[in-house]
């Protein structure tokens, strides 16, 4: 359903640093690609079992901000990589958020989650469902 997801960071380097540690919990063990627009603008792209994350200099010049209300999820393998996810973003850089990792359970299942912000305030989530 998805192509890609980009996020928009008023530090593009500091932004890159968070991200290959936070991705490198799951998996991902490449430079991203880096392109820069024809007006200097740097992006760098993240690609890996046909996902792509995007991080960008907004191209209009305005400071980045979070999308209130909006959450990405990272798909991880086992409770112990929601936590390990968790507990590397907070050591590179973000804030933890809400309850701490760990089980929960709702009317859609339960869930192993962890909430984090990055360097400039999106909300992430390690999330593995109980099958």
């Known amino acids: 359903m998805f192509n890609h997801i980009m996020i928009g960071c008023n530090d593009i380097e500091k932004s890159k640093e968070f991200y290959d540690a936070v991705l490198a919990v799951l998996g991902y063990d490449a430079e991203p690609l880096k392109n820069i627009g024809p007006k200097g603008h740097v992006r760098y792209f993240y690609i890996h079992n046909g996902n792509t ?60 989650l962890s909430y984090f912000r990055d360097p400039d305030g999106h909300k992430l989530c390690g999330a593995m469902r109980v099958q």
């Not at 209009?60 to 936590?83: L, M, R, W, Y």
């Open 53 to 112: 994350l995007c991080l960008t200099e907004p191209i209009n010049d305005e400071p980045a901000t979070a999308a209130n209300g909006s959450t990405i999820g990272f798909k991880c393998i086992s409770p112990e990589q929601v936590k390990d996810l968790h507990d590397v973003a907070i050591a590179n850089g973000g804030s933890s958020i809400e309850d701490p990792p760990g089980l929960r359970e709702s009317s859609i299942g339960a869930m192993h």
